[in-house]
């Protein structure tokens, strides 16, 4: 028997995307997203969505781009500093010793040491409640080659990306648990 849990966000597992964009001193910004996924094949298009109090939802109208960072398990910490911390405040990628990088393709960095990109434009943006929906065109993939595997696309075995519980506020590795969401990244903070 099945039992009633209302209406509620419990999808398993949710991905961890880092969002990558330019802000208003045309600084690159990070972001850790879950509410994220494949929306579309043809055109090939990804939803991240997020609450307009966040510095890179404003960053993402202004420049009409954005990029997704995948990034591996070694870099749990830094993902989990990128959602607590905020770009207004603090350079993140520098804070946890990352590279930036400028798109050649969009308007917006991403995270040289991350092994797998997606350049996005901005196609569509929905207003859904508390969360603004951005619908992004994926304009290119970059992908680190040692990650690639047999049919010419990233091994998820090699990639080994995060994943998110949002129940538990964990993070996850493919089977593997990482690490404690909102606590590990607090190291640096100290850095700030």
Known sequence: MKKSLSANTLVYPTPVWVIGTYGEKDE???MTAAWAGICCSKPPCVAVSLREATYSHGNIIRNKAF???IATEQYAAEVDYFGISTGRKVDKP???GLTPVKSELVAAP???EFPLI????LL?????????????EIMDVKCDEEIIG???VPDIEKLRPLVFSPVSRRYHGVGDFIGDAFSMGK???KKT
């Not at 943006?125 to 992004?136: A, C, K, M, P, S």
């Open 94 to 96: 520098a804070t946890c």
């Open 28 to 30: 690159a910004n990070v």
């Open 110 to 112: 991403f995270i040289k």
């Open 124 to 136: 569509k943006v929905v207003e859904i409640g508390l969360h603004t929906q951005f619908i992004g």
């Open 150 to 152: 047999d049919q010419d």
């Open 187 to 189: 190291k640096y903070r």
């Open 118 to 121: 997606l350049e996005c434009g």
């Open 67 to 69: 990029t997704v960072n």
